[in-house]
């Protein structure tokens, strides 16, 4: 899977010595280590994607340099990472891809993006068919890409008709600028309606939603989404899995300027954190994995080292068993129930 490098970089020459998938090898962090299910399909599609992700909300185009940039995605993919999100609002579109495929095969690579805010006026912005077409072709261009794999409604239109918004993604599928479409931030209701959209007028529904889960947050993807994924097929590819690095513990002396948590800070969730969970030895990252309707967790990080620890999560998994995250659960005291747990 992985490509020889056309240079001779200690970052990409690493690449070389990677092996198969299912490794994961860093010439700067250790030996090869097998990880258990590290690909999971995306939904019920037959896209695999890794199950941790690299995220560029924030970080990238802002708080960090290009050479970092280059870094964290080329520690990310020779650690057996194929997935890596982008959007039109995320440093403006400008995350700098093309450093990385100067030494990586297009195919090993899932990319993605997401359409909604991109344009400065307001006739420039939602889910029209007019919108989706010309923003993806310019997140592409930014991004010096042919096709992105999976292209995102970033938030729902209230103004624009489902019908439009649907059949505005499944051109763009078959024009060849994106595989797959998905959702993100969008409700379960809102959700089905573009499946049956699609459904009635022949067109493709989405494959997947976008949602932020992490211990705080967790109604939506142990409740609402696992229904859809049963019933049309739809998977969730999670973002936020320590809330803005809150779970962390990193802000227990207070919140930077210019952190993420400085960009979305839940006092509460913070309180509530230090005081009941901050004992529990778990990654939030693993944590969030073990729900086996996640098929992907988008990390965020700023440094190597950050990333790397938040990639060591995937080791923590196995160690999750049914009494430890039943622990979790009372200690949080915030599990959701679904209408059958109420009825058994």
């Known amino acids: 899977m992985y490509p020889e490098s056309p240079t001779a970089s200690p970052a990409r020459l690493s690449l070389r010595q990677t092996g198969s998938p299912g490794m994961v090898y860093s010439a700067r962090y250790g030996s090869p280590k ?42 990310a993919y020779e650690n057996g ?71 995102f409604a970033n938030r729902p239109d209230p103004n624009t008709p489902m019908e439009e918004t649907v059949r505005a993604m499944t051109h763009v599928i078959n024009q060849g600028m994106a595989m797959y479409w998905g959702t993100s931030r969008w409700s379960p209701m809102e959700i089905m309606e573009a499946y049956s959209v699609a459904r009635q007028f022949n067109q493709i529904p989405p494959i997947c939603e976008q949602s932020e889960y992490h211990m705080f947050q967790r109604e939506k993807v142990e409740v609402q989404l696992p229904e859809l994924f049963h019933k049309i097929g739809v998977g969730a590819m999670t973002w936020s899995p320590l809330a803005c690095g809150i779970i962390s513990g990193k802000y227990d002396s207070g919140v930077p300027a210019y952190s993420r948590a400085s960009l979305k800070c839940n006092v509460l969730c913070m309180m509530l954190f230090m005081l009941y969970v901050q004992h529990i030895c778990c990654s939030s990252p693993a944590w969030c994995l073990r729900n086996e309707g996640v098929s992907s967790v988008l990390l965020g990080a700023s440094s190597t080292d950050q990333l790397m620890e938040n990639i060591g999560a995937i080791q923590v998994l196995p160690k999750l068993s049914s009494s430890i995250v039943h622990e979790v659960d009372s200690i949080l005291g915030n599990k959701p129930y679904s209408k059958k747990d109420y009825r058994s």
């Not at 344009?119 to 991004?143: D, P, Q």
Request: aromatic share 14%; glycine share 10%.
């Open 34 to 75: 097998r990880q258990l299910q590290f690909y999971r399909n995306l939904g019920k599609s037959g896209l695999r994607v890794s199950c941790l992700g690299l995220g560029t909300w924030v970080t990238f185009g802002g708080q960090i340099t290009d050479e970092i940039a280059e870094q964290l995605m080329t520690l």
């Open 81 to 151: 990472i194929n997935l890596f999100d982008t959007a039109e609002v995320y440093a403006a579109g400008n995350v700098p891809f093309f450093f990385f495929f100067f030494f990586c095969r297009r195919s090993s690579l899932v990319i993605t993006t997401k359409i909604f805010w991109g344009g400065k006026a307001e006739t420039e912005r939602g889910l029209s068919r007019k919108h989706i077409i010309e923003g993806l072709k310019a997140s592409l261009e930014r991004l010096q890409l042919e096709y992105v794999d999976v292209v």
